[in-house]
T-cell receptor
Framework: RKEVEQDPGPFNVPEGATVAFNCTYS??????FFWYRQDCRKEPKLLMS???SGNEDGRFTAQLNRASQYISLLIRDSKLSDSATYLC?????????FGDGTTLTVKP | DTAVSQTPKYLVTQMGNDKSIKCEQN?????MYWYKQDSKKFLKIMFS???????INETVPNRFSPKSPDKAHLNLHINSLELGDSAVYFC???????????FGNGTRLTVT
């Protein structure tokens, strides 16, 4: 079993749609959690941290469920510019483990 | 100012050659990493250094040798390049082991 599992998609949605990505992790001792965004032929960039209390940044909401070892990212009112690959990241013992990424394409 | 910079951006070379990739960060971070992203876009950690000391070595062939002359630099030397080494190599840094990563813009290595 992979340490971090993501639905690979692809997700193809119209502008304005709400889309949710999910991620599960296997190590219950994991300590910090993040979502990154990677555009084609670019480096991954931090989108947001993920906390058990849930956190929101504009149209983006991230949630962590430690009991279920599950992380989610919700994007509301999708924009064309949201098209990218979204990577969940689980940290523990000084190591960041990346999911394989979920590709999102937002269409006009 | 570029936070994490790596050179070269592109590297095309033949099998059997030896090549190096350089990385520097000006964020004052203690921890630096090398990641490999293959053709399927999977991002895998190769090495992690904390303040010049090797912390993580993820079963990478010993043809790959990282070197950290100081905590702001982490270079990657690859001996006897193979076709399967073709990938994008990303350098990254973080303030400490479990904090977010800041990536360089990658080195696209093509071995022919």
């Amino acid at each position: 079993r992979k340490e971090v599992e993501q639905d690979p998609g692809p997700f193809n949605v119209p502008e304005g749609a709400t889309v949710a990505f999910n991620c599960t992790y296997s190590n219950s001792a994991s300590q910090s959690f993040f979502w990154y965004r990677q555009d084609c032929r670019k480096e991954p960039k931090l989108l947001m941290s993920v906390y058990s209390s849930g956190n929101e940044d504009g149209r983006f909401t991230a949630q962590l469920n430690r009991a279920s070892q599950y992380i989610s990212l919700l994007i509301r009112d999708s924009k064309l510019s949201d098209s990218a690959t979204y990577l969940c990241v689980v940290n523990g013992a000084g190591k960041s483990t990346f999911g394989d990424g979920t590709t999102l394409t937002v269409k006009p | 100012d570029t936070a994490v910079s790596q050179t070269p951006k592109y590297l095309v070379t033949q099998m059997g050659n030896d090549k190096s990739i350089k990385c520097e960060q000006n964020l004052g971070h203690d921890t630096m990493y090398w990641y490999k992203q293959d053709s399927k876009k999977f991002l895998k950690i190769m090495f992690s250094y904390n303040n010049k000391e090797l912390i993580i070595n993820e079963t990478v062939p010993n043809r790959f040798s990282p070197k950290s002359p100081d905590k702001a630099h982490l270079n990657l030397h690859i001996n006897s390049l193979e076709l399967g080494d073709s990938a994008v190599y990303f350098c990254a840094s973080s303030a400490y082991g479990d904090s977010p990563l800041h990536f360089g813009n990658g080195t696209r290595l093509t071995v022919t």
